[in-house]
Protein backbone atom coordinates (compact mmCIF):
# COMPACT_ATOMS: atom_id res chain seq x y z
CA UNK A 1 0.00 0.00 0.00
CA UNK A 2 1.48 3.47 -0.66
CA UNK A 3 1.76 5.97 1.82
CA UNK A 4 1.59 9.49 1.83
CA UNK A 5 5.20 9.20 3.19
CA UNK A 6 6.60 7.29 0.58
CA UNK A 7 4.52 9.29 -2.00
CA UNK A 8 6.08 12.52 -0.21
CA UNK A 9 9.71 10.61 0.15
CA UNK A 10 9.45 9.29 -3.70
CA UNK A 11 8.76 12.80 -4.81
CA UNK A 12 11.83 14.64 -2.82
CA UNK A 13 13.85 11.64 -4.35
CA UNK A 14 12.86 12.81 -7.55
CA UNK A 15 13.38 16.22 -7.28
CA UNK A 16 17.27 16.21 -5.98
CA UNK A 17 18.08 13.41 -9.06
CA UNK A 18 16.27 15.87 -11.57
CA UNK A 19 18.36 18.96 -9.74
CA UNK A 20 21.70 16.86 -9.79
CA UNK A 21 20.79 16.09 -13.43
CA UNK A 22 20.65 19.78 -14.24
CA UNK A 23 23.44 20.89 -12.30
CA UNK A 24 25.43 18.60 -14.11
CA UNK A 25 24.39 20.00 -17.74
CA UNK A 26 26.03 23.17 -16.33
CA UNK A 27 29.07 22.41 -17.17
CA UNK A 28 28.37 21.46 -20.92
CA UNK A 29 28.03 24.74 -22.76
CA UNK A 30 25.22 25.23 -25.33
CA UNK A 31 25.88 24.41 -29.11
CA UNK A 32 27.71 27.23 -30.46
CA UNK A 33 26.89 28.88 -34.02
CA UNK A 34 26.19 26.38 -36.64
CA UNK A 35 26.43 23.24 -34.27
CA UNK A 36 23.77 21.22 -32.15
CA UNK A 37 24.69 19.69 -28.97
CA UNK A 38 23.02 15.91 -28.44
CA UNK A 39 22.60 14.59 -24.86
CA UNK A 40 22.47 10.86 -23.91
CA UNK A 41 21.68 9.72 -20.30
CA UNK A 42 22.69 6.43 -19.63
CA UNK A 43 20.09 4.33 -17.34
CA UNK A 44 21.91 2.91 -14.28
CA UNK A 45 23.17 -0.52 -14.31
CA UNK A 46 24.10 -2.93 -11.37
CA UNK A 47 27.29 -3.59 -13.38
CA UNK A 48 28.33 -0.75 -15.06
CA UNK A 49 31.88 -2.21 -16.06
CA UNK A 50 30.23 -4.86 -18.48
CA UNK A 51 28.32 -2.27 -20.70
CA UNK A 52 30.30 -0.29 -22.99
CA UNK A 53 28.57 2.64 -25.24
CA UNK A 54 29.04 3.18 -29.41
CA UNK A 55 28.73 6.51 -30.54
CA UNK A 56 27.87 6.90 -34.43
CA UNK A 57 28.20 10.48 -36.44
CA UNK A 58 26.70 11.02 -39.76
CA UNK A 59 23.75 11.49 -41.87
CA UNK A 60 20.96 9.49 -44.00
CA UNK A 61 21.85 10.16 -47.25
CA UNK A 62 20.20 8.29 -50.50
CA UNK A 63 23.02 5.72 -52.23
CA UNK A 64 23.24 2.69 -54.29
CA UNK A 65 23.14 -0.63 -52.38
CA UNK A 66 26.34 -2.13 -53.80
CA UNK A 67 28.86 0.13 -52.49
CA UNK A 68 29.94 1.26 -48.80
CA UNK A 69 30.21 4.99 -47.81
CA UNK A 70 32.07 6.86 -45.05
CA UNK A 71 32.36 10.59 -44.21
CA UNK A 72 35.40 11.94 -43.24
CA UNK A 73 36.08 13.40 -40.18
CA UNK A 74 36.09 12.48 -36.44
CA UNK A 75 35.02 12.15 -32.73
CA UNK A 76 37.15 14.59 -30.45
CA UNK A 77 37.37 13.62 -26.61
CA UNK A 78 37.46 17.30 -24.71
CA UNK A 79 37.74 17.45 -21.03
CA UNK A 80 36.04 20.21 -19.90
CA UNK A 81 38.47 22.75 -17.77
CA UNK A 82 37.00 22.92 -14.16
CA UNK A 83 35.24 20.23 -14.58
CA UNK A 84 36.55 17.42 -15.45
CA UNK A 85 33.82 15.67 -17.69
CA UNK A 86 34.25 14.36 -21.04
CA UNK A 87 33.00 15.71 -23.97
CA UNK A 88 32.59 15.03 -27.70
CA UNK A 89 33.09 17.26 -30.37
CA UNK A 90 33.07 16.84 -34.49
CA UNK A 91 33.88 20.03 -35.76
CA UNK A 92 33.01 19.19 -39.35
CA UNK A 93 31.89 16.42 -41.62
CA UNK A 94 34.22 15.85 -44.16
CA UNK A 95 33.02 15.18 -47.49
CA UNK A 96 31.82 11.15 -48.11
CA UNK A 97 33.36 8.88 -49.92
CA UNK A 98 33.27 5.38 -51.03
CA UNK A 99 33.62 2.36 -52.92
CA UNK A 100 34.00 2.22 -56.77
CA UNK A 101 31.48 -0.36 -57.92
CA UNK A 102 29.55 -0.17 -60.49
CA UNK A 103 26.34 -0.21 -60.48
CA UNK A 104 23.14 0.36 -62.54
CA UNK A 105 22.24 3.59 -63.02
CA UNK A 106 18.49 2.38 -63.29
CA UNK A 107 18.29 0.97 -59.79
CA UNK A 108 16.64 3.47 -57.27
CA UNK A 109 18.72 4.30 -54.82
CA UNK A 110 18.47 3.68 -50.89
CA UNK A 111 18.39 5.85 -47.47
CA UNK A 112 21.25 5.02 -45.05
CA UNK A 113 22.99 6.05 -42.45
CA UNK A 114 26.11 6.94 -43.24
CA UNK A 115 28.52 6.93 -40.30
CA UNK A 116 32.84 8.60 -39.93
CA UNK A 117 35.48 6.40 -41.17
CA UNK A 118 37.37 4.47 -38.84
CA UNK A 119 36.84 2.33 -36.18
CA UNK A 120 34.33 2.51 -33.82
CA UNK A 121 34.30 4.93 -31.22
CA UNK A 122 33.57 2.92 -27.77
CA UNK A 123 33.03 4.95 -24.71
CA UNK A 124 32.86 3.36 -20.93
CA UNK A 125 29.60 3.16 -19.87
CA UNK A 126 28.72 5.95 -17.03
CA UNK A 127 25.05 6.56 -15.94
CA UNK A 128 25.81 9.36 -13.59
CA UNK A 129 27.21 11.32 -16.41
CA UNK A 130 25.57 12.52 -19.43
CA UNK A 131 27.05 12.25 -22.60
CA UNK A 132 27.37 15.13 -24.71
CA UNK A 133 28.21 15.05 -28.52
CA UNK A 134 28.72 18.48 -30.42
CA UNK A 135 28.12 18.08 -34.24
CA UNK A 136 27.49 20.45 -36.95
CA UNK A 137 24.02 21.53 -38.01
CA UNK A 138 22.17 18.60 -40.57
CA UNK A 139 24.61 15.66 -38.78
CA UNK A 140 22.98 13.12 -36.51
CA UNK A 141 24.41 10.99 -33.29
CA UNK A 142 23.01 7.31 -32.78
CA UNK A 143 24.76 4.98 -30.19
CA UNK A 144 24.78 1.23 -29.52
CA UNK A 145 24.85 -0.22 -26.06
CA UNK A 146 27.26 -3.48 -26.10
CA UNK A 147 27.81 -5.94 -23.08
CA UNK A 148 29.67 -8.39 -22.41
CA UNK A 149 29.39 -11.19 -19.48
CA UNK A 150 30.67 -10.56 -16.30
CA UNK A 151 32.68 -14.88 -17.09
CA UNK A 152 35.95 -14.28 -18.09
CA UNK A 153 38.14 -16.91 -19.72
CA UNK A 154 41.88 -18.40 -20.04
CA UNK A 155 43.86 -18.36 -22.93
CA UNK A 156 46.06 -21.06 -23.31
CA UNK A 157 49.55 -20.68 -23.47
CA UNK A 158 51.50 -22.12 -26.16
CA UNK A 159 54.24 -24.63 -25.45
Sequence with gaps: MITAGSLVAFSFLTAVISAQAADTMKAFPPA????????????????????????MVGKTVAVDEANTYFFGGQIEK?????????RYNVSTLGPMAGTLMAVDPNVPKVSRFITLAGEPYIIGYNSRLPIVVYVPEGVDVRYRIWTSGAELKAMQNEK
Excluded: A, N
Excluded at 33 to 45: D, S, T
Design 32 to 55: GEGMVRYVLQLPKQDDESVFRVEL
Design 78 to 86: ETITGWGYP
